[in-house]
């Protein structure tokens, strides 16, 4: 279902499945173009969550998806306000789940228990789409360093890979890391030699240069967080 | 450090850069196993654009415990495997 929530005088949206009462899980794409690539396998894994009995919201951020707000408003602060509002409006949330850097804003709520999967750091999806534009700099003639980005970004923002960033955007991305407290359920593929929680299997879709969608990877996923939350 | 160890350390790299193009690039195991010294990449592979590339930099810093400079990428660093796997070992035992 198709849900919304009221945010700074806008109405977000946000998609609704599984039981309409008790808690629900609050599910949290990567962020940026990562978002885009892996749409289809998080709204797999919302179904078949609701299929194991959970209830689940995944709202659109401010400047996201179908949100009517520029991006260049947006900040990891806002992101993290308007989780606040929607927890309000559509909760009680009682858990988190976030992919890549959706864990960056899974301290919104304080420290409800989380999973992540192949959580990041700002400062590493920042560096990519520094890099990206780097590239275009090139193919366009003209010498780019990130250093010198990063001046400007700082001071005026700046547009990276499609991306408007506002001033306030690079400096909290630039230092965000996943929050530390809480129960963190840490869940990495199975070739991945880091540390984990739990391993599935799968690949990191949002890396893909073409989109790509495993349904086998989203019911993998669903089992995991579900099996996680029943303790 | 002992020969065995050295080529050891060196495949390790090896299949970290095989498993980062297979992620980026959505190939199966087996395509980039097939992946020689010689495989062109830039220009031969239709996915590996300019973003694709930035995200397989930042991919193999993290995977790699490494940090690439700006200066350091160029075309000749993606115009085959063995050239992407040296760089990689270069930087890796730096």
Same mark, same amino acid.
């Given at each position: 279902?198709?849900?919304?929530?009221?945010?700074?005088?806008?109405?977000?949206?946000?998609?609704?499945?599984?039981?309409?009462?008790?808690?629900?899980?609050?599910?949290?794409?990567?962020?940026?173009?990562?978002?885009?690539?892996?749409?289809?396998?998080?709204?797999?894994?919302?179904?078949?969550?609701?299929?194991?009995?959970?209830?689940?919201?995944?709202?659109?951020?401010?400047?996201?998806?179908?949100?009517?707000?520029?991006? #260049?408003?947006?900040?990891?602060?806002?992101?993290?306000?308007?989780?606040?509002?929607?927890?309000?409006?559509?909760?009680?949330?009682?858990?988190?789940?976030?992919?890549?850097?959706?864990?960056?804003?899974?301290?919104?709520?304080?420290?409800?228990?989380?999973?992540?999967?192949?959580?990041?750091?700002?400062?590493?999806?920042?560096?990519?789409?520094?890099?990206?534009?780097?590239?275009?700099?090139?193919?366009?003639?003209?010498?780019?360093?990130? #250093?010198?980005?990063? #001046?400007?970004?700082?001071?005026?923002?700046? #547009?990276?890979?499609?991306?408007?960033?506002?001033?306030?955007?690079?400096?909290?991305?630039?230092?965000?890391?996943?929050?530390?407290?809480?129960?963190?359920?840490?869940?990495?593929?199975?070739?991945?030699?880091?540390?984990?929680?739990?391993?599935?299997?799968?690949?990191?879709?949002?890396?893909?240069?073409?989109?790509?969608?495993?349904?086998?990877?989203?019911?993998?996923?669903?089992?995991?967080?579900?099996?996680?939350?029943?303790? | 450090?002992?020969?065995?160890?050295?080529?050891?350390?060196? /495949?390790?790299?090896?299949?970290?850069?095989?498993?980062?193009?297979?992620?980026?690039?959505?190939?199966?195991?087996?395509?980039?196993?097939?992946? /020689?010294?010689?495989?062109?990449?830039?220009?031969?592979?239709?996915?590996? /654009?300019?973003?694709?590339?930035?995200?397989?930099?930042?991919?193999?810093?993290?995977?790699?415990?490494?940090?690439?400079?700006? /200066?350091?990428?160029?075309?000749?660093?993606?115009?085959?495997?063995?050239?992407?796997?040296?760089?990689?070992?270069?930087?890796?035992?730096?």
């Amino acid at each position: 279902m198709i849900g919304a929530y009221r945010f700074d005088g806008n109405d977000e949206l946000c998609l609704i499945h599984g039981p309409e009462d008790g808690p629900r899980l609050l599910i949290l794409p990567p962020l940026f173009d990562e978002a885009n690539r892996v749409r289809h396998l998080m709204v797999e894994c919302a179904r078949a969550l609701a299929e194991h009995g959970i209830a689940s919201v995944m709202p659109d951020l401010p400047g996201c998806n179908e949100s009517p707000v520029p991006l #260049e408003n947006a900040s990891i602060s806002l992101w993290q306000a308007a989780l606040i509002a929607c927890a309000e409006q559509l909760g009680p949330v009682s858990h988190f789940a976030s992919i890549r850097g959706g864990a960056l804003l899974d301290g919104a709520l304080g420290d409800l228990p989380r999973w992540r999967l192949a959580p990041v750091k700002g400062g590493q999806l920042l560096r990519t789409m520094l890099r990206t534009k780097m590239a275009g700099d090139r193919e366009a003639g003209i010498a780019s360093s990130s #250093e010198a980005l990063m #001046e400007t970004a700082r001071a005026q923002g700046i #547009e990276l890979a499609g991306n408007s960033l506002s001033p306030c955007m690079i400096r909290e991305l630039d230092s965000a890391a996943p929050a530390s407290g809480g129960a963190v359920r840490l869940v990495r593929f199975a070739d991945d030699p880091l540390d984990a929680d739990g391993r599935i299997a799968g690949a990191p879709l949002w890396l893909r240069a073409e989109p790509a969608h495993d349904p086998a990877m989203a019911q993998a996923m669903a089992a995991d967080i579900a099996a996680w939350m029943r303790g | 450090m002992s020969e065995i160890e050295t080529s050891g350390h060196s /495949d390790a790299i090896e299949t970290v850069v095989r498993q980062v193009l297979r992620d980026i690039l959505g190939l199966s195991e087996g395509q980039v196993a097939g992946f /020689d010294r010689d495989t062109e990449l830039f220009g031969a592979l239709p996915e590996l /654009d300019s973003m694709a590339v930035a995200g397989l930099l930042t991919e193999m810093e993290d995977r790699l415990d490494i940090l690439i400079e700006d /200066d350091e990428v160029d075309g000749e660093l993606f115009e085959n495997f063995g050239n992407l796997v040296d760089f990689a070992r270069a930087k890796a035992s730096a």
